[in-house]
């Protein structure tokens, strides 16, 4: 309740918002309908939540604390490894013009970042080196990634309005599995099956996108589009508040 205006607004507006979340199908079910995102999405809200915090308080344990936690995102979901470059320079800008809760211990813009980094490349490289040792080549972050956008940038996906396919990656593996026994196989025949895949699965790609370039536009749109749906009841209904920042 806001005490000071004397209104039940924002507590009306906070229950309406949680019917419509509870009622809404897409939302009940996020968290079993797909695997890390929900958790990836918690994890930036916290991120966010703690690195501003942080900023204001301008000690080297927040900023730790900080280059932990997206470590942690990192490993949740690898598509984060593409925010570092605009992750450092926001953190910089963020702590420049973050009001300082207090003077005392207050490190420098230029050493919060630091610590922050040199954290997340501490915690990070445990994990980019298992699996560069496991799979006994360069692939920091695994071979899912490369698999993953062939599933992307495809004929289906540009025919179903930009979702991402699977079949593609399903039918790679299918070929590669046929040619070795499954019932003798070693571990190393199952990394060399990975390995192969994210080879092919790069070729496929670029590929794809070298001969389709002037298809990129439509594509993103068509995803844009999809992802985005439905736009219909109360999931447009949603949508609509989002925009007017509820």
């Given at each position: ?8 607004l ?8 949680i019917?419509?979340?509870?009622s809404?199908?897409?939302f ?7 695997s ?5 999405f ?19 344990r927040?900023a730790?604390f900080?280059g932990?936690l997206f470590?942690?995102?990192?490993f949740?979901r690898?598509?984060f490894?593409l ?10 800008y963020a ?47 695994g ?6 956008l ?30 070795i026994d ?6 190393l025949?199952?990394?060399n099956i ?6 092919q ?15 990129l536009?439509?594509l ?11 736009y ?5 209904l949603?949508k609509l ?6």
């Amino acid at each position: 309740i806001d005490h000071e205006a004397g209104s039940l607004l924002p507590v009306s507006v906070g229950l309406s918002l949680i019917a419509i979340v509870y009622s809404e199908r897409n939302f009940r079910n996020y968290t079993t309908d797909f695997s890390t995102e929900p958790l990836a999405f918690l994890l930036t809200q916290i991120f966010l939540l703690i690195v501003w915090y942080g900023s204001q308080r301008g000690r080297w344990r927040w900023a730790a604390f900080g280059g932990a936690l997206f470590a942690f995102m990192v490993f949740c979901r690898g598509v984060f490894v593409l925010w570092i470059p605009l992750v450092a320079i926001w953190l910089w800008y963020a702590y420049r013009i973050s009001k300082p809760m207090a003077v005392g211990n207050r490190l420098e813009p230029r050493r919060w970042v630091f610590v922050f980094m040199l954290t997340f490349g501490l915690l990070s490289s445990i994990w980019w080196v298992r699996n560069c040792c496991v799979l006994s080549s360069f692939h920091p972050l695994g071979t899912k990634g490369v698999a993953t956008l062939m599933g992307g940038y495809c004929d289906e996906s540009f025919q179903s309005g930009g979702e991402w396919q699977f079949a593609p990656e399903r039918e790679m593996r299918r070929v590669l599995e046929s040619k070795i026994d499954l019932e003798t196989a070693t571990p190393l025949d199952f990394q060399n099956i990975e390995l192969e895949v994210d080879k092919q699965a790069g070729f496929q790609v670029k590929q794809w996108i070298v001969e389709n370039i002037q298809l990129l536009p439509e594509l993103l749109f068509k995803r844009v589009v999809t992802e985005w749906n439905p736009y219909t009841g109360k999931a447009l209904l949603l949508k609509l508040l989002a925009l007017v920042g509820v």
